[in-house]
């Protein structure tokens, strides 16, 4: 069926560096996507969204990247700190699904090294 | 800031046990979610709840689950017999246009 992955289970960057997390999905129905931060022990944080008439959108030291050409998506942290250590996930929520129904990948872990 | 509340925050229980995760959504949202997250895998929907019905379900939302608004702040998710598979972490959501809010979750352990 289809889903929502990401490439790599984990992620390590040295502090201060910039960080990308990469996710691929494969319905080209879907037509907005989140980034969800998770700490240890934590339930999921939305970081940011883009919907899926923009192919870039910036938050807060965040920008979140879509190629829908090659159905991926990106999550940009800049300036990576400590506190950005956690599970990264990408979620899809297909066309027409009013009710939210969001597909989740399997996650990247991040790690900073000091 | 307002933020979805979840009890309790561990449960253990036996196989063939019933459970019952509460969650209280933040006050003004009206669509509900549940999730679960076995250890070290990826988040699964389970239901989503608006207007005090079931809106969508996932095939692991089987007959040993049901969900509830007993009254006008909690959301509950019922596991009536429980299964080993059923031990995860349990999360409850809730939104307004655009962004859900997330809940701190209830781990669930089925001995």
């Known amino acids: 069926g289809e889903s929502v992955g990401l490439h790599l289970p984990t992620l390590s960057v040295q502090e201060g560096d910039n960080s990308i997390i990469n996710c691929a999905y494969s319905?080209?129905?879907?037509?907005?996507f989140i980034w969800y931060k998770q700490e240890s022990g934590k339930g999921p944080q939305f970081i940011i969204d883009i919907r899926s008439n923009m192919d870039k959108r910036q938050g807060q030291r965040v920008t979140v990247l879509l190629n829908k050409t090659v159905k991926h998506l990106s999550l940009q942290i800049a300036a990576t700190q400590p506190g950005d250590s956690a599970v990264y996930f990408c979620a899809e929520n297909l066309s027409g699904d009013s009710n939210y129904q969001l597909i989740w990948g399997a996650g990247t872990k991040l790690i900073i090294k000091p | 800031e307002p933020e979805v509340t979840q009890t309790p925050s561990h449960q253990v229980t036996q196989m063939g046990q019933e459970v019952i995760l509460r969650c209280v959504p933040i006050s003004n949202h009206l669509y509900f979610y549940w999730y679960r997250q076995i250890l070290g895998q990826k988040v699964e929907f389970l239901v989503s709840?608006?207007?005090?019905?079931?809106?969508?379900k996932s095939e692991i939302f089987d007959d040993q689950f049901s969900v509830e608004r007993p009254d006008g702040s909690n959301f509950t998710l019922k596991i009536r017999s429980t299964k080993l598979e059923d031990s995860a972490m349990y999360f409850c959501?809730?939104?307004?246009?655009?962004?859900?809010?997330f809940g701190p979750g209830t781990r669930l352990t089925v001995l």
């Open positions: 959501a809730s939104r307004v246009p655009n962004e859900q809010f």
């Open positions: 709840f608006y207007n005090n019905e079931i809106s969508e």
């Open positions: 319905n080209s129905a879907s037509d907005y």
